[in-house]
């Protein structure tokens, strides 16, 4: 219910009449429930679920009290809903999420309709006790995965094998389920950061990706190691990734509240540049982790955000070099006042033998 | 190349000048290339797909010959794209999905906007020889699992144990990533149609539903089986178990093309209602499945589609006893001139001992 009233203070600030939230994700970090529905938040009065039939009953069992629920048929839409809502509340209406569909199917229906997704990361960028801990747990069931990730791999072995491992693994030792679709890539395959559908059997000389995450409780983590097959990492290999490394060490000593965000990718951007690798640094240097695996707040350069204490962010330069190899190394972190606290851990041995 | 040739077709039908895919799933059916971006096609001239630097090299490995690869700014968005291309395109635009937001951002660039994912479903929802042998690889793999789940399922045993196992069968297998997160639920956890989040120790006289599928080289299956541990089931649950099959049965052998899909639902639900389970029955009859999991034509009583051959669909017929137990069976089918054919396929026997 806190995370409700925190709601209502900001909507006060901003004089909505009421808060209509259509994210699953939403409605679970405000309600507990997971799965589809309609929050409606009023700036007064009562809180309401409208479920589909086939939730339900899940909506009565996991909705925290407080909340009514209300089903409503299986071919009933947002505009149904909002028509019916008494007119006090249709003065100045926030949402979080609208497709374009039901954006032109409501907007008649509200005096002022405002798409306001921001007041809610607000509010879900700053983790609470529970969800950090939430989080600890996710990560230290991915940190173990990644321990058999690099057990596992090795000449001979399959990508495929080496993901079906992590998998059994990261179910059996209490997550829900995978945060996102497991990447393990090797040779040049390496050099595509989300992988792509294949799968190749690793040999001698192969620089390997893991990149992993569990959810657990509605939770995710988020971490990536990189592998050598072999004792003897050729010199471009080893440059590279002693260059991602010790940008990674140098971005968390520094990471810490009240820093700009797009200034941690600008310093380890400026370094990876001055190494001649920039335009091989495809992709941001992290972003924020919780209900889902990519949230606010963005860590690249376009990034407007401040770092809070009790983000909860992911820190992972990466290089890339076309039909040759990638090198990645992603941890999970509580952002503190002074500080980073890393919530995934396994060692950053890059040969593997 | 045929897919966007048909595409083009139907755009000359309704007079757009391009249309703009923005679905990660609409630009790996056109393009073979799957991750984000946005493909524009031009009632006539050459097809352009926009590509963020994370993905630039994915889409040069995947993408088909003959669309031409453009990488963009990571702080690139669609309005930008859309602003800087020739007026002629800029007519009369189709659009397959917009956030509210793109919508808001977009539509002064353009004369006219069009949200119209229904023209992309039209071929999509028609499965090609190739797409039907995917679905099929996918089906035997889940097949497999569920064949695995049934062996594992019994008394002492976590539902959790069950999906780990299945994970590692189905990734082992061949196939790329679970389709969705995969359902097992036992005892009065049967009776939510989702899950939820939790984990339960199997008993004696426990229902447990299994709810699965593979996604193979981006194409998913699904399928559902209902066990019963021990071997003489209590007459409610047999009795609910043996009219849900009865139902899916009979659906099955009226299934075929030209129906109207709700006619099918109709069906099934008049069976169900008579027997005194109307209420029970939470969920449409079934869904079409493809590249996404949840795909036209839907079957429920609000579909106004009608049945096509080579349509792939699930028929999945359930009734949940709140705080009792829930009965569902399942299957993926391929839609034919006269009949359909089943793609998945594992006994239908209840107990399990």
Redesign the interface.
Known sequence: MDRLNRLQSLMEELGFTSFILTSNANIFYFTGF??SGYLVVPLNGEYKLYVY??????AQ??CIQGVEIIKIK??SNIADIISNLPSNLKKKVG?D????????KVKDYVESIN?SQDLVWRLRSIKDQEEIEKITKASEITSRCMELASDIIGEGVRE??V???I??????S?S??PAF??IVVSGERS????G??G?RTMGRGDVVIVDIGASY??YCADMTRTFYIGSNPPDEVLNIYNLILDTKNLVEENTKSWILASSLDEVARTIITSKGYGEYF???LGHGIGIEIHEPPKI???SQEILQENNVITIEPGI?I?KKFGVRIEDTLVVGRDNVVKLTSYSYDLAVY
């Open positions: 997971m799965g039939p086939i939730d339900y009953e899940a069992t996991y299986a071919t949402f999420r609208l497709e374009a569909e039901q954006y032109l798409l495929s094998e993901k079906a491992q998998l059994e693994e990261m179910i059996e209490g829900d389920k679709d497991l050099s595509l950061p989300h792509g559908i799968d409780q509605g495809v992709h941001g690249n350069p376009a890339y076309p």
